[in-house]
Structure formats: C-alpha cells, structure tokens
Nanobody, 124 residues
Framework: QLQASGGGLVQTGGSLRLSCAAS????????MGWFRQAPGKERELVAG????????FYADSVKGRFTISRDNAKNTVYLQMDSLRPADTAVYYCAAAANPWGLVGTTESDYDYWGQGTQVTVSS
C-alpha cells in the first residue's frame, strides 16, 4: 500500500515536498516513480528512482527543478519540487514497480502499485 502526501497550493516559484510511504518489508526491491495527471491530459512520469537510489530519471519538463529520493529504512520516496510553475498543476501519484532488472519504467503499465494521489496547485 502506498500513501502519498504533501500536496497543496503554492505560488509560482515556490516549493513543495511530496512524500510517499509504503507498507510492507520489501520496499527496497521496488523501483519507485512519481507520475502526474493534469485535467484533460494523460498521466505522465515525472521522475523515477531505482531500488537503491543510485540512478534517477526525470522528465525533461522538470529536470533541474525536481529531485526524487528515497529512504529505504523509512519505506518512503520523496519528490522535492522547486521553482514550481502553473504547468506543474496536477494530481501527483506515487507508484511502485516490481521490475526484476531494477530499471525505471516510463509508462503506467510498467508499475504495479499506485498511491491515491495528492493535488498540487501552482497559482500564477
């Protein structure tokens, strides 16, 4: 089970930190990802991180502004979002993938478990 939190309303240029807490004892065996879905748009991968955190992936639209990290001791993955823009407004979802090769998948079908989503709204 994945529980996302940390969303909210922020002004352009502001920051938010999302957290996703996982239950269970096998968190470190999962690739983790953050997706987002804006109204009328498809869900897209924002960032992903490999099992031990040694490799990360970012969508071009967030490179240099967002940082994904994980703490396997706390069963938690984070998304630090800086320099937020109105275009970042969306519902953000965390997801877990039981990828046997530990690679970061970039599509929804690559992920096996999903959190409930947390709303991020950036005002102009």
């Amino acid at each position: 089970q994945l529980q996302a939190s940390g969303g909210g309303l922020v002004q352009t240029g502001g920051s938010l930190r999302l957290s996703c807490a996982a239950s269970g004892r096998t968190f470190n065996t999962y690739v983790m990802g953050w997706f987002r879905q804006a109204p009328g748009k498809e869900r897209e991968l924002v960032a992903g991180i490999r099992r031990s955190g040694e490799r990360t992936f970012y969508a071009d639209s967030v490179k240099g502004r967002f940082t994904i990290s994980r703490d396997n001791a706390k069963n938690t993955v984070y998304l630090q979002m800086d320099s937020l823009r109105p275009a970042d407004t969306a519902v953000y979802y965390c997801a877990a993938a039981a990828n046997p090769w530990g690679l970061v998948g970039t599509t929804e079908s690559d992920y096996d478990y999903w959190g409930q989503g947390t709303q991020v709204t950036v005002s102009s």
